[in-house]
């Protein structure tokens, strides 16, 4: 293209009133959409780029390779002095703006995208974490804002690793509780019968992001002899008899977050660990679902821009027959493709947040759309790199392996797709 | 070559498969003993399945056309595509010249692979120079799959205007190699850059046209013994597994998964099977088989990732293999001659191709 022919310079053949409507800057899409939002979140995602950049970036490739040799519980407290590990309630109890309250998704979801563009297992790591605590925060359960949340938050501003995680998948019921036809005849294996002072838990759960190193956990058990009415939310310590850690799973990506089983053997639960009511922990369960499923959006479109970033890179640089690969047309046209699903993408999740609540049709939604999307996004970067594609130096196949899960996690995207429609059944479409 | 004589040579390498890969794979680690490939070539090698005239790409098969390696392959890959992959590279070296434990070096990110460079070598190609009546190579060549145990290189080189191929030891002078690292599928495959740097050699001139039809129909064979592996594995799977008080099996939304899955692999089979029948010398032939490695390889990855989704979370976890499954396809996929250099090869109007 001849230099007089670039936008910013056709630009300038416009009187005053034409150049300020043609907006020619080349500029990033990213730099665009940041400028749509209010400036603390504009700032906020300056911030997640940032430290997505410096410090989980330099990590992605050995944590992919090697998890155990990268320390988890470091990078948390990293996050933590950022204040990123306290931000999803207000003060007193977390370093949440009151006026942030009316985007209660689209921060998660912009941290989501900013640190699993850099890595899907350490962003992972790091955001399941919220999970973990979501069922405290959903549950509107005050008690449990003054003495846990506010126990929690207060020692990882201290510089604990006090991670929490999330735990209702069991070995014979992973999608039965993520569904509500399934839910009626789930075979449930976690169990608890109320003792003096408490309750005694046994049984297993597994797949269990951060299981292993988590200090707090939030576990779902119903009552001996009866079903998911009976469900109720509890919060463990990884301290507490009768717990332990199972195998550790290993996992096709997303491997720099652990994925354990929890076993249960008579653990007693004091009865002030019940968060919400008992048999309240379905309501929970499928209100955690409908905030956390957008941030798995956010968390799969991160992740197929972080392989778009490595294609885009790779191909200004690689060269095919004497010239860059970017000076194909066939290579600018499948870079430009991504694009506009990134976009599509990005778009989906900001609306999902865009919610005063979120509800079952909108984070379901989100989550079945990104991860489907994602999922082909890097698989067609993988393809444009050619045979450097399934190499493991240029990152794109891990971004593509840790893309398939978020298609399987928070519930299956058939499962998903079925919540779409069960909350919108009785509604009018049009 | 007759049906029955292509399925028996298929049986055989079923039985091959059962009795030594499967143990290979198995459960543990995150592609299986590797340790143990060099033995399972030996004995691949003793049962007849690589070298000699009957083994995969064997001289039998400049005759009896590709049905009989392609059948091996695909039985083969029902268990694991990458020990196939291997037999695979080997029999394709073995069919250039370079017997025993070889491979073919040719592509480069220094040229492009279209219809031009198939007809007379491009700028960029591994080149051989004749230095006092002695022809020597120089020049790159990537990416190059082998066996694990690659002893001798078979080089499509430019030769006075025309493509030639000769052989080399990989262990000549003037000829250095640089491993890839760590990959996301095939792990029972070697993959090495190759630089040579006057490597003496002698040469006979050869089209790489026959070579490159028989590695496309190859790897259609192992993304279809993968894809019919994980689809076994799916349907296993279904009727074992509960789920909201009912095997899996009988959920819609799995029934829906295993039967796009399903056809998806029967098309595939059945776009193989018609370009197998109508092999034959000339151009019409590659650009068939470059259709048939488009598609069936993006059907196939297709068929594996939906067979993934029915294990739902256990599809993920090493246990299963499934999640191995999914990475072979995946890197079936894009390797040389990957999805974008198909499309071109198959942009240009080849006399007969379509007929």
């Known amino acids: 293209m001849k230099l007089q022919l670039a936008p910013e310079v056709a630009r300038l053949s416009l009187g005053r009133l034409g150049q300020r409507l043609y907006d020619a800057q080349p500029r990033s899409i990213w730099a665009h959409d940041t400028e749509t939002l209010p400036r603390r979140l504009a700032l906020a995602r300056h911030r997640y780029r940032d430290f997505a950049a410096s410090e989980i970036t330099p990590l992605a490739l050995q944590a992919d390779r090697d998890p155990a040799s990268v320390d988890g519980r470091a990078l948390f407290r990293a996050a933590a002095r950022q204040g990123f590990q306290t931000e999803m309630m207000p003060a007193p109890w977390g370093g949440l703006r009151l006026r942030s309250l009316r985007h209660l998704l689209l921060q998660p979801s912009l941290k989501a995208e900013e640190f699993c563009a850099a890595c899907g297992g350490l962003g992972l790591g790091l955001l399941a974490h919220e999970l973990g605590v979501a069922p405290l925060f959903v549950a509107g359960d005050l008690r449990a804002y003054t003495r846990w949340l506010g126990r929690i938050y207060g020692e990882i501003r201290r510089g604990e690793p006090a991670i929490a995680a999330f735990a209702i998948t069991e070995p014979g019921a992973g999608s039965d509780v993520e569904e509500t036809e399934g839910a009626a005849t789930a075979r449930l294996g976690t169990w608890y019968r109320p003792v003096p002072g408490g309750y005694r838990i046994s049984g297993r759960k597994c797949f269990i992001s951060n299981g292993a190193v988590a200090r707090w956990i939030t576990l779902f058990a119903a009552e001996a002899g009866h079903g998911l009415e009976r469900w109720t939310c ?116 900001w609306h999902a947040a865009r919610y005063r609540l979120p509800f079952q049709a909108s984070g379901a939604a989100a989550k079945v759309f990104c991860s489907d999307t994602a999922w082909s996004v890097c ?52 | 070559m007759d049906a029955r004589a292509t399925e028996a040579f298929a049986e055989t390498a079923r039985r091959f498969a059962e009795r030594e890969v499967q143990a290979l794979v198995g459960t543990e680690g995150r592609d299986g003993d590797l340790e143990a490939l060099p033995r399972l070539l030996e004995r691949a090698e003793g049962a007849g399945l690589l070298g000699g005239d009957y083994g995969v790409w064997g001289a039998a098969s400049q005759e009896d056309g590709p049905g009989p390696s392609v059948a091996v392959l695909a039985a083969l890959a029902e268990a694991c595509a990458g020990v196939a992959a291997g037999l695979h590279f080997a029999g394709l070296g073995a069919a250039c010249g370079a017997t025993g434990r070889g491979a073919v070096a040719w592509l480069s990110p220094a040229w492009r692979l279209d219809w031009a460079a198939l007809r007379a070598p491009p700028v960029g190609a591994v080149r051989l120079r004749d230095e006092a009546g002695a022809l020597r190579l120089e020049g790159e060549a990537s990416f190059v799959h082998a066996a694990p145990g690659c002893e001798r290189l078979a080089v ?40 040579f740097e006057g490597a003496p050699v002698e040469a006979e001139p050869r089209s790489p046209q026959p070579h490159l039809r028989r590695l496309l129909l190859g790897l259609c064979a192992l993304s279809l013994g993968n894809a019919r592996g994980a689809l076994a594995a799916a349907r296993a799977y279904s009727t074992a597994r509960r789920q909201g008080g009912a095997l899996i099996a009988r959920h819609a939304a799995v029934r829906l998964l295993l039967g796009d899955a399903a056809s998806r692999v029967a098309g595939a089979a059945g776009h193989l099977e018609a370009v197998i029948e109508r092999e034959g010398p000339g151009e019409a032939a590659v650009w068939r088989a470059a259709a048939a490695r488009l598609r069936i390889s993006e059907a196939c990855h297709a068929a594996v990732s939906d067979c993934l989704q029915v294990f739902g979370g256990y599809g993920y976890m090493e246990d299963y293999r499934l999640e191995k499954r999914l990475r072979d396809a995946m890197t079936l996929r894009v390797l040389g001659p990957g999805p974008d250099t198909l499309r071109q090869l198959c942009a240009e109007p080849v006399r007969g191709a379509l007929r």
């Not at chain 1, 970067?381 to 891990?398: I, N, P």
């Not at chain 1, 928070?410 to 059944?425: C, D, K, Y």
């Not at chain 2, 262990?171 to 190759?194: D, K, M, N, Q, S």
């Open chain 2, 156 to 195: 499509f080189a430019e030769h006075e205007g025309a493509w030639a191929l000769s052989v080399v030891p990989i262990e000549a002078p003037g000829l250095r190699r640089r491993e890839v690292g760590r990959r996301c599928g095939l792990a029972a495959t070697e993959v090495a850059h190759y630089a």
């Open chain 1, 234 to 349: 509890f919060l463990l310590d990884s301290g507490m008899q009768g717990l332990s850690v199972g195998r550790s799973e290993r996992k096709m990506g997303q491997r720099g977050s652990d994925a354990s089983e929890l076993v249960l053997e008579e653990v007693f639960v004091p009865a002030d660990r019940v968060i919400g009511r008992e048999g309240a922990g379905w309501a929970i369960c499928r209100n955690v679902l409908n905030f956390s499923r957008p941030v798995v959006g956010a968390i799969a479109l991160g992740i197929a821009r972080g392989a778009f970033e490595h294609a885009s890179a790779f191909c200004r640089s690689a060269r095919l027959g004497g010239r860059p690969l970017c000076d194909y047309q066939e290579v600018q046209l499948a870079l430009a493709d991504m694009l506009i699903r990134l976009t599509a993408m990005r778009a989906t999740v």
């Open chain 1, 379 to 430: 698989n067609d970067a993988m393809a444009l790199l050619g045979d450097h594609g399934y190499l493991h130096t240029h990152s794109v196949e891990k971004a593509a392996r840790d893309a398939r899960l978020t298609q399987i996690y928070e519930g299956t995207n058939q499962i998903n797709r079925l919540a779409v429609f069960e909350s919108q059944r009785g509604a009018e479409f049009l």
